[in-house]
């Protein structure tokens, strides 16, 4: 499975794996179907919402891998 990092949006993680809506909605993040989903990458979604995309990335790196 991919790596997930910080340039990919939400929307390619969703598409990688569904379960990680619930660490998107952890991080601040409920509008998982908007079109900034696709658009603008998880830094800059983070830098909107007031998360450390640092920290959302090893999440969801760790919640992925955890599944392998």
């Known amino acids: 499975m991919a790596t997930i990092n910080k340039d990919?949006?939400?929307g390619q993680v969703?598409?990688?794996d569904?379960?990680?809506a619930s660490i998107f909605i952890s991080h601040g993040m409920h509008c998982l179907?908007?079109?900034h989903a696709t658009a603008e990458s998880l830094q800059d979604?983070?830098?909107v919402h007031g998360a450390d995309?640092?920290?959302l990335v090893?999440?969801?790196n760790a919640h992925v891998?955890?599944?392998a």
């Open 53 to 55: 995309v640092d920290a």
């Open 8 to 10: 990919m949006s939400i």
């Open 45 to 47: 979604a983070c830098a």
């Open 33 to 35: 179907g908007c079109p």
């Open 65 to 67: 891998e955890a599944k």
């Open 14 to 16: 969703l598409n990688l």
């Open 58 to 60: 090893e999440k969801l």
């Open 18 to 20: 569904r379960s990680t």
